[in-house]
């Protein structure tokens, strides 16, 4: 059983985002082990010097990089990701790079008609970059609108066809993790890539 | 003069793109006043814990509410802006919207050569959100890559070129501002200074209905009706909290005569102190509460108008005016009609000061060893007002906008009466 790591974009603890990464770890409960973690607590990023990062950041890299892939679940605050969801990513690919050829599935929910369509999009764009370069799954939008009126009193989808995207999207992405696996013809020099990418303020922050 | 506002995406103590505001804010003096603003101590947005009232995001707020527009300057990380940035311009966009329709120039500076092209554009993308609603600068971008080798010890940009075009660029912004003020002027085409109402025959959220407004007891009956904070009751302020006595006490000591004139144009408060005839603009207690058309002759109507239209429209902030009998060098009263805004940047009502200057200039030349010498080639002064009954007082409205519909205040010499009537 595929061991993976939940994360909800957010740090309110009413989101309905925070309810989708719960949905899914109990709907596939039986088909693999996801964990959430939550991003709420972390400092804003700044460059620590030395790269000495808080020891939460420490403890959500070293459990991303056990896991065999990644489920994140983004709001949209104002056409992009929420803050809190960036400045995670921030500290998770500064001094330790546990994205690095990961597979990741982005999900999202919001309010209006759109289910995040373009903060989903701005995620991807992130885990693109070479400090992440995560192995996102391609082609998988899975776009939850009205998000206040989809899940029952249990906290599911009441929305069949809902439903059946996010099991065959899961299943696909099941199938792209064990494909990921031959992708490894880069990652070591992707991974060294990402630790000698040096941002704006490296050096000085040093 | 234009007024920026300049903000910088991160938290770190050292970093390329300050330097980059900083030689910004140095170098164009002439183009705008340019202030920088903080946000290390702005926390990460929440949307369950609404912090929009702290001091630190009001600070923001009002500032930026009062620039004429704002430079943003972001580093890249991950091929977009920084969580610091987001994090402030989510703060900017939940319960408070300064940048709603508020001119916004991007720059950016990085590493290597993509000088924080991709930041830029997601930076972009979230200020034309519709919470955000900036009006973002088209074209004219500015990435200033390499940045390790751009700046000299000095924090002086090498490269000629490249000054010479952030140049071009912050002259373009300053007019493109210029440009869409014309957006934002509609009401105040279609207001006029006669359609200012001094008789206060309307109402505003916080005017108190059912009291006289021109009964001698106003404001016991309004405090009553009210049931109004009073002598060791606290209230709470922006920053501080004070009882209501310390409030007078604060007030009273104050060196100069207040008056508060609401958006209604009702004179609801002067710092009592002392019996009219004492004062230097005189008011009595019973005449607080009566509109502003009660407290001043009829002939002085027609430039209280202008004035309080003026700071109404944002025409002006400040009207300054010197009283007529003013005598050179011994006596020298000033009064200043400061516009009053909300936390959203509406019109809230005049902030009225009268004060003898002469007393300050006195004690500063003394202090300084230094004398007044007269001007030779100085034109249309306002010596003393005496001499010049007619003098033009247009000059002394410090518009923002030089906009040919600038109200001529002529007139408004009499309203420096005050409530005296």
Redesign the interface.
Known sequence: MNKYIGIAGTNSPSSTNKKLVEYIQRHFANEAEIEIISIAELPVFYKVPGRVLPERVSVISKKIAESDGVIISTPEYDHSAPAVLMNALEWLSYGSHPFVGKPVMVVGASYGTLGASRAQAHVRQILDSPELQARIMPSSEFLVDHSLGIFDENGNLNNDEKITRLNELFKDFETFVEISKNLNNTIKANKELAENYTWEDDEEGK | MMKFVGIVG???E????RKLLEYIVKHYTEIAEIEMLDIKD????????DQTNSEVIQNLNNKILAADGVILVT??????T???M??V??WL?FNVHPFENKPVLIVG???FSQG?S?AQL?LR??L??P??NALVMPGNEFLLGN??EAFDDNGELKDERTAGFLGSVLEKFAKWVEVLKALNTKEKEETSWEDEDLTAAGAVDTTVRGVDPDADDWVELAAQKTKAAQKKEYVKLNSGLLTVDQLNWFLNSMPMELTYADDNNQFIYYNHTKPGKEMLAPREPEQTGSPISKVHPDRARDGVKKTIHALRTGETDLVKMPVPGNQINERYLMHYYKAMHDEEGNYRGVNEWVLDMWPIVKAYLEQTGQKLVKDENAQDVIASASKHEEAKVEENIETKVNTSEEPRLDEGIDSVTGASE
């Not at chain 2, 050292?14 to 793109?17: G, H």
């Not at chain 2, 702005?42 to 369950?48: G, L, Q």
């Open positions: 991160t938290i770190a050292k970093s390329y793109n702005v926390p990460m947005f929440n949307a369950s814990k580093p890249e990380h991950n091929h977009t920084t969580a610091a987001k994090s311009l989510e966009s500076a990085s590493y924080s991709r997601s993308q979230i034309d959100s919470g955000v940045v390790k």
